[in-house]
């Protein structure tokens, strides 16, 4: 199984900072890699997909990047809604999750 | 509006059974693939199942293969999850997920049905 390894775990941001989630593939998947936002008791909402289109209706202060085995998630200018856990997704084979970035306020 | 609505979660006992149903709404569901997946704070975000477009074609995680069964009603726009011989490491909040044009990501998710297995 393909391993993806997030870091940091947990993030402290404030609003108006820019912040970025690294993504690590055990073997290389090309651009098959989705971002998701996850709230608190809330199901996650699809951020990125392709490692660098943005989904439908998603802020253009989100934007991914990357190929191969390493991938990064960049939020400018951190809003208020932006306070969540992010998790990248691998579809090259089967899917596998990374266990997730906690932003938090500083 | 695209919405998915999961049921049927609750407690059962180790050994026990269970089927999930995830309602949708607001697409041509008979076109997508579908998808569950469950989330527990120990392994995080875990793919389970995903059936094709008229149910001949599915795929099970290596963990639940044999005990669990995905299977779909396009006429009623439902998907379902029947889970038999649980286990306490099926416990998790399950959620049923669109697959994005057969892409295997997921662009919509229901809003989660959480089962725990447990004496």
């Known amino acids: 199984d393909i391993q993806m390894t997030q870091s940091p775990s947990t993030l402290s941001a404030s609003v108006g900072d820019r912040v970025t989630i690294t993504c690590r593939a055990s073997?290389?998947?090309?651009?098959?890699l989705a971002w998701y936002q996850q709230r608190p008791g809330k199901a996650p909402n699809l951020l990125i997909y392709?490692?660098?289109n943005l989904a439908s209706g998603v802020p253009s202060r989100f934007s991914g990047s990357g190929s191969g085995t390493e991938f990064t998630l960049t939020i400018s200018n951190l809003q208020p809604d932006d306070f969540a856990t992010y998790y990248c997704?691998?579809?090259?084979?089967?899917?596998?999750f990374g266990r997730g970035t906690k932003v938090e306020i500083k | 509006e695209v919405q998915l609505m999961e049921s049927g979660g609750g407690l059962v006992q180790p050994g026990g059974s269970l089927r999930l149903s995830c309602a949708a709404s607001?697409?041509?569901?008979?076109?997508?693939?579908m998808h569950w997946v469950r989330q527990t704070p120990e392994k995080g975000l875990v793919w389970v199942s995903r059936?094709?477009?008229?149910?001949?074609?599915?795929r099970y995680a290596d963990s639940v293969k044999g005990r669990f069964t995905i299977s779909r009603d396009n006429a009623a726009n439902t998907l379902y999850l029947e889970m038999n011989s649980l286990r306490a490491e099926d416990t998790a909040v399950y959620y049923c997920?669109?697959?994005?044009?057969?892409?295997?990501?997921?662009?919509?998710w229901g809003q989660g049905a959480l089962v725990t297995v447990s004496s």
């Open positions: 059936i094709n477009t008229d149910g001949s074609s599915t």
């Open positions: 607001g697409f041509t569901f008979s076109s997508y693939w």
């Open positions: 073997q290389t998947i090309s651009n098959w």
């Open positions: 392709k490692a660098s």
């Open positions: 997920a669109r697959d994005h044009a057969g892409e295997y990501y997921f662009d919509y």
């Open positions: 997704q691998q579809y090259n084979s089967y899917r596998t």
